[in-house]
């Protein structure tokens, strides 16, 4: 298992958002965390790579212990990608300079390899002409596509993907999508909060659906979607389906 | 008229003095805005730790300085040092005295600044694997600097004027040397080369602020 969470709890002052998750994922695998608003989903992720410090469990991500006070957690983190809803990409650098940025002050690299890295990157999610763009210069769906660039430069073993379609136009979610199918298809390892359910159906290998900071069931996309076990899954997916 | 204010003469004459001190007052803010943005960085960078143990004394230090008339706290340490054992001369003390104070009014613009930057460029960089201070250095500061850069031009702006103070201590700097040129010509002349040597030097800073904060107004519009 290259992702292993055990018995996650998270504590924001009085609320009790995570209740005891495990999660394992195997390598190469395509695992999509479903479920209501509040449900605990991004916070889970964001546990995986303590942008978010559990409150108890443990996490282990490539044989790394990520709890451990003597992790070096910078080093760890270079080992798993993450995309935010907000892309959150450096609005005063270029898409290159995105890019770039952590291969030169984490991994080391020096400008020259950094920037060959960086442009090799850009050309994976077809962005390559737009290296010299500033964010604000980009459509959302190119941002977006530009902030995984940012994350794969680093050749992580896992890619975190929390809503990364949820704050773009319809119209520009298509090439978003795609870019993580072909993603998928080099074999990355991706856990993915998301409610593109068609996605889900056609590229998931399991579907993990949370309420109420646990995991209620998960399985193969076809099993939850056509026959969830339990009532809250039930509801859940007919309301989505509905939109 | 021009005999009293503009005498030519006067104005040859007291020329190198005049103009000595305005050298000293080019270097005298070319310590103090530095060493005042040095200490506003620290405590900008300390307002974000959560402790209450570096809160507490943090907001209390700020507080104090920025309540304190520089001028009083220049003739306090001018005044009261020697008596502490430390013999400092003005140029140190007026050094000393905006660090505490100019430093207390940068701490704030580029807290704010800092404030300005969503959270999620930190986690952003974090999660690539840069340091907290990295995140900093290369994410939040450029772009915290960038939206207060109309405040740290204008507190810039107050801090070349303020060191005209340094002449209560006997620094030679623009002011201090052209009272010394009036008391010997018994002309207020050097005095108006004085002001107009300011204006000179600060208008175009005047000019470039009211450019940053047209251009502010209309970003945000």
């Keep these: ?243 | 008229m021009i005999q009293s204010f503009f005498n030519p003469e006067i104005i040859v004459a007291a020329m190198p003095i005049v103009l000595a001190g305005l050298f000293n007052t080019i270097l005298l803010s070319l310590i103090v805005v530095p060493l005042g943005l040095a200490g506003g960085l620290v405590l900008a960078m300390l307002a974000s730790v959560k402790s209450p143990l570096v809160r507490w004394p943090l907001m209390a230090w700020v507080d104090f300085f920025r309540a304190f008339p520089p001028l009083v706290l220049l003739v306090l340490l001018f005044a009261g040092l020697p008596f502490a054992g430390l013999e400092l001369g003005g140029f140190a003390c007026v050094a000393i005295a905006f660090f505490l104070n100019t430093g207390s009014y940068y701490g704030e613009i580029l807290r704010a600044g800092i404030d300005s930057v969503p959270h999620g460029q930190v986690e952003a960089a974090r999660s690539t694997g840069l340091s907290g201070l990295q995140a900093m250095g290369y994410i939040v500061l450029p772009q915290a600097v960038r939206n207060v850069l109309p405040d740290l031009l204008s507190n810039t702006l107050e801090v070349v004027k303020l060191t005209s103070l340094g002449s209560v201590v006997a620094v030679p700097e623009l002011l201090y040397q052209a009272r010394q040129a009036q008391s010997i010509t018994y002309n207020p002349t050097p005095i108006v080369m004085a002001a107009v040597i300011y204006f000179l030097i600060l208008w175009p800073l005047v000019r470039l602020l009211s450019r940053l904060e047209n251009r502010a107004l209309a970003g945000r519009g």
């Excluded at chain 1, 991500?61 to 990608?81: F, K, S």
């Design chain 1, 1 to 243: 298992m290259i992702v292993s969470a055990k018995g996650i709890h998270k504590h924001f002052g009085h609320l009790h958002v995570l209740k005891g998750v495990d999660l394992e994922v195997a390598e190469r695998e395509l695992v999509f965390v479903i479920g209501p608003s509040g449900s605990g989903k991004s916070t889970l992720l964001r546990c995986l790579n303590r942008l978010e410090q559990p409150s108890a469990g443990s996490v282990t991500v490539d044989g790394i212990d990520m709890l451990a006070p003597a992790t070096d957690i910078n080093h760890a983190r270079q080992r798993i990608g993450m995309v935010f809803q907000s892309f959150n990409l450096y609005p005063h650098m270029t898409a290159l300079g995105n890019v770039a940025l952590a291969l030169r002050k984490v991994a080391g690299k020096s400008r020259a390899e950094a920037d060959a890295l960086g442009l090799a990157a850009l050309e994976r999610v077809g962005l390559a002409d737009r290296a010299t763009h500033r964010p604000l210069e980009l459509s959302g769906g190119q941002q977006q596509r530009v902030a995984i660039a940012r994350a794969i430069a680093l050749e992580p073993r896992v890619m975190l993907f929390d809503e990364p379609t949820s704050a773009l136009d319809p119209e520009l979610v298509g090439s978003v999508l795609a870019v993580m199918r072909s993603l998928r298809e080099s074999g990355m390892t991706m856990i993915v909060v998301s409610h593109e359910m068609a996605f889900a159906r056609n590229a998931a290998d399991r579907v993990v659906f949370m309420d109420d900071g646990l995991i209620l069931e998960q399985g193969p996309p076809a099993a939850i979607f056509e026959n969830p076990a339990h009532e809250r899954t039930r509801a859940f997916i007919g309301q989505i389906q509905r939109h």
